[in-house]
């Protein structure tokens, strides 16, 4: 039987190996299909949420300065970004498109979408571990 240090040790060398997933195509996406790339939730929208601010698009997604961070499109050409009303830290940009794009990322793979209008939302990290209540 292998304890734990080894079969973790043996996980990180297969992934260590492995290459990156297969990028993903969407030649259709109806409002409230979404996509996951890595911590990144990508939702479309049917239309842009009226009284929302234009922004200055920017390639990168999600804030940040690590690798894990670079969920970036790899064009800006007919993209407009929006600022969400009264965002929340779990809330991105909306990005409407009016042609296909792709985000890259250099560990999750990249992912094209059709043209739209997108929602970005990003994972909750949790401060404390999770646990039961003791009376």
């Keep these: 039987m292998q304890t734990a240090v080894e079969v973790l040790t043996k996980i ?3 992934a260590k190996v492995k290459a990156k997933p297969d990028p993903v195509i969407y030649g259709t996406m109806a409002p409230n299909d979404y996509h996951r790339q890595g911590d990144v939730y990508i939702l479309r929208l049917k239309t842009v949420p009226k009284g929302l601010k234009t922004e200055k698009a920017q390639s990168q997604l999600a804030p940040g300065e690590t690798q894990g961070s670079r969920h970036c499109l790899e064009s800006l050409d007919g993209v407009t970004f929006y600022s969400p009303v009264s965002p929340t830290p779990l809330d991105g940009p909306i990005v409407k ?4 794009m ?3 990322h250099p ?3 990249h992912v094209t979408l059709p043209a739209g209008c997108y929602s970005i939302h990003y994972q909750r990290q949790y401060a404390q571990e999770l646990k039961r209540v003791q009376d």
């Excluded at 498109?97 to 296909?100: K, P, S």
């Design 12 to 14: 990180e060398a297969d």
């Design 102 to 104: 792709t985000i890259t």
């Design 107 to 109: 560990e999750h793979g």
């Design 97 to 100: 498109t009016d042609r296909a």
